[in-house]
């Protein structure tokens, strides 16, 4: 048997880009360019993610913040215990598992996730920087809202 004798139908053009598909390759894009303008800091998006949360929260469990990043209560702690390590943030109270953590940033740690936000922001522009003014704040607000429905229970 020949080839073209199991092909019937070949189509003319390749079919629409799956937004789904493109969203997952662009955020990989932009997760590798994060983490290499944070490798300087010793840390990666997760941990300028946490500091950024404990930074506005007064106190929160390990298990709220493991929540917000979508990872396990041990990995958060980890994490945790990797800002620690480095100074940028101080446990105060109990570690135990669902008991609310008196987590504080230090001057240190302000520090570094103030740089680190502004490493973000120049990756920001540099990603989108091929779209004009308009088309940037468009698909920034596009991006806000998808965020935000997605997190929703489905009713």
Not at 28 to 57: C, M, N, T
């Amino acid at each position: 048997m020949r080839l073209d004798e199991f092909v019937t139908e070949v189509p003319p053009t390749l079919p629409e880009p799956n937004a789904a598909m493109l969203l997952i390759a662009l955020g990989r894009r932009a997760r590798a360019r994060v983490d290499e303008v944070l490798a300087p800091h010793q840390i990666g998006y997760r941990h300028v993610s946490a500091l950024g949360h404990i930074a506005a929260s007064r106190e929160i469990s390990y298990s709220e913040l493991a929540r917000r990043a979508s990872v396990t209560a041990q990995s958060m702690q980890a994490t945790l215990a990797r800002l620690e390590e480095l100074g940028l943030v101080h446990r105060v109270g109990s570690t135990s598992q669902g008991q609310r953590a008196r987590l504080t940033v230090t001057p240190k740690g302000r520090r570094t996730l103030a740089t680190c936000r502004q490493a973000l922001s120049e990756v920001e522009t540099e990603i989108l920087s091929v779209l004009p003014a308009k088309r940037r704040d468009a698909l920034r607000g596009a991006l806000v809202e998808l965020f935000g429905a997605t997190g929703r229970a489905k009713t």
